[in-house]
């Protein structure tokens, strides 16, 4: 059972190092331009600085990859190479994906997005909190629920199932309710960011459908883009070593973690960040959001994503996303990163420019976090070579 694992918070605190293109050490002198066939070395010369196992990275533009590459091994010290096909594990980047779902179904006429905890958990009323009773779905997934974050201070946590297979329904709910009897640790309105916002988020979503969220993301978000590789928990693949395994740093050496009991956080956390899937099929999510800045809509109309966009008044969070304004971004962007404390991956979405970039490694702690923000910054530089800013 995992006891100290956490979903990374928003990418905002550090988001600003992003400015500094021409000042990281750990990025080459020369990093080339988008589309020259250079990217792999480069990403190599970010992997190498910071001792990763592996780096990958990918830069979207007008619907589709401008280029792509991923170095280093599955395994620290390991042989197997990863490659442009591999999983990675997105962590809270889930998030977003989790409030998708929540317009989706809004736009279906299943819910609209000020139902209330309590009236889509109308039997949780009894153990619930009184401030939790008219929280609505948009406080939940903007985190100005008032939810604390200590989600692994209930009773359940002991019990529940580690990175074995979907989270159960029941799992979720019951969690969800341990955690809404707690007094909140902020007023209503007020930001904190809290992986417990989503799971409650989930039950909800559960109960009103009468569907698993493992479903619901698939049939919502996945299958309407084409997404063929998402999945929940540490990739798999037939054989022990056919898809990159999680580590934590330890003494110097990067402990693995394969896929199984340790790898990822309890299945139940799922609507907050276990989703796994291919670089290509997060381009295809990429793509969808930045569809929003052409005025396009296709998995959303363009109101629907203008909502999952706009941040909580007061706050600088949107629904799944944290917005932020830099010299490259052409406006405000849309950025998130996640992390399972064995991976760590970044995702940026400038629609201003129908522009973003993904980096992900499968390391975690400060190399993982520096690392990712490194590659990011060589990719951001490799667009403006090639495309101007």
């Given at each position: 059972?995992?006891?100290?694992?956490?979903?990374?918070?928003?990418?905002?605190?550090?988001?600003?190092?992003?400015?500094?293109?021409?000042?990281?050490?750990?990025?080459?002198?020369?990093?080339?331009?988008?589309?020259?066939?250079?990217?792999?070395?480069?990403?190599?010369?970010?992997?190498?600085?910071?001792?990763?196992?592996?780096?990958?990275?990918?830069?979207?533009?007008?619907?589709?990859?401008?280029?792509?590459?991923?170095?280093?091994?599955?395994?620290?010290?390991?042989?197997?190479?990863?490659?442009?096909?591999?999983?990675?594990?997105?962590?809270?980047?889930?998030?977003?994906?989790?409030?998708?779902?929540?317009?989706?179904?809004?736009?279906?006429?299943?819910?609209?997005?000020?139902?209330?905890?309590?009236?889509?958990?109308?039997?949780?009323?009894?153990?619930?909190?009184?401030?939790?009773?008219?929280?609505?779905?948009?406080?939940?997934?903007?985190?100005?629920?008032?939810?604390?974050?200590?989600?692994?201070?209930?009773?359940?946590?002991?019990?529940?199932?580690?990175?074995?297979?979907?989270?159960?329904?029941?799992?979720?709910?019951?969690?969800?309710?341990?955690?809404?009897?707690?007094?909140?640790?902020?007023?209503?309105?007020?930001?904190?960011?809290?992986?417990?916002?989503?799971?409650?988020?989930?039950?909800?979503?559960?109960?009103?459908?009468?569907?698993?969220?493992?479903?619901?993301?698939?049939?919502?978000?996945?299958?309407?883009?084409?997404?063929?590789?998402?999945?929940?928990?540490?990739?798999?693949?037939?054989?022990?070593?056919?898809?990159?395994?999680?580590?934590?740093?330890?003494?110097?050496?990067?402990?693995?973690?394969?896929?199984?009991?340790?790898?990822?956080?309890?299945?139940?956390?799922?609507?907050?960040?276990?989703?796994?899937?291919?670089?290509?099929?997060?381009?295809?999510?990429?793509?969808?959001?930045?569809?929003?800045?052409?005025?396009?809509?296709?998995?959303?109309?363009?109101?629907?994503?203008?909502?999952?966009?706009?941040?909580?008044?007061?706050?600088?969070?949107?629904?799944?996303?944290?917005?932020?304004?830099?010299?490259?971004?052409?406006?405000?962007?849309?950025?998130?990163?996640?992390?399972?404390?064995?991976?760590?991956?970044?995702?940026?979405?400038?629609?201003?420019?129908?522009?973003?970039?993904?980096?992900?490694?499968?390391?975690?702690?400060?190399?993982?976090?520096?690392?990712?923000?490194?590659?990011?910054?060589?990719?951001?530089?490799?667009?403006?070579?090639?495309?101007?800013r």
């Amino acid at each position: 059972m995992i006891r100290t694992m956490g979903v990374c918070t928003v990418l905002l605190v550090g988001a600003t190092s992003l400015v500094a293109c021409g000042s990281d050490p750990l990025v080459p002198d020369d990093p080339g331009a988008a589309g020259d066939g250079s990217l792999g070395e480069a990403l190599e010369f970010v992997r190498a600085a910071h001792d990763l196992p592996a780096l990958a990275g990918m830069i979207v533009r007008e619907g589709g990859i401008v280029e792509t590459a991923a170095v280093g091994t599955r395994v620290a010290g390991g042989s197997e190479q990863v490659t442009t096909d591999d999983l990675w594990h997105i962590g809270s980047i889930t998030k977003s994906m989790t409030s998708t779902v929540v317009a989706r179904l809004a736009e279906e006429g299943l819910l609209p997005w000020s139902t209330t905890v309590s009236q889509a958990l109308p039997d949780l009323v009894p153990r619930m909190h009184a401030a939790y009773a008219d929280v609505t779905f948009s406080e939940l997934v903007t985190h100005t629920s008032g939810l604390r974050e200590e989600i692994h201070e209930v009773p359940i946590w002991s019990t529940l199932e580690d990175d074995v297979g979907p989270g159960t329904v029941d799992e979720r709910r019951e969690w969800a309710a341990q955690l809404l009897a707690a007094a909140p640790a902020r007023s209503g309105g007020e930001h904190l960011y809290s992986n417990a916002g989503y799971i409650v988020a989930g039950a909800m979503l559960e109960a009103i459908s009468s569907k698993s969220w493992e479903t619901l993301i698939q049939e919502e978000v996945f299958q309407p883009l084409g997404i063929t590789t998402g999945g929940f928990g540490a990739p798999r693949g037939p054989g022990p070593r056919d898809q990159p395994w999680g580590h934590t740093r330890d003494g110097g050496r990067w402990n693995p973690f394969a896929p199984g009991p340790g790898a990822d956080n309890p299945a139940a956390l799922g609507p907050a960040g276990t989703v796994h899937m291919s670089l290509a099929d997060m381009a295809l999510y990429a793509q969808a959001h930045l569809a929003r800045g052409r005025g396009q809509g296709g998995l959303l109309e363009p109101a629907s994503f203008a909502r999952l966009h706009t941040p909580a008044p007061g706050t600088a969070y949107a629904a799944g996303w944290g917005l932020e304004e830099q010299p490259w971004t052409g406006g405000v962007a849309l950025a998130h990163s996640g992390s399972n404390n064995r991976w760590y991956a970044r995702l940026w979405l400038a629609p201003a420019r129908d522009f973003a970039l993904f980096t992900v490694t499968n390391a975690a702690g400060d190399p993982g976090e520096e690392g990712t923000n490194a590659a990011a910054v060589l990719l951001i530089e490799r667009f403006e070579a090639a495309f101007g800013r």
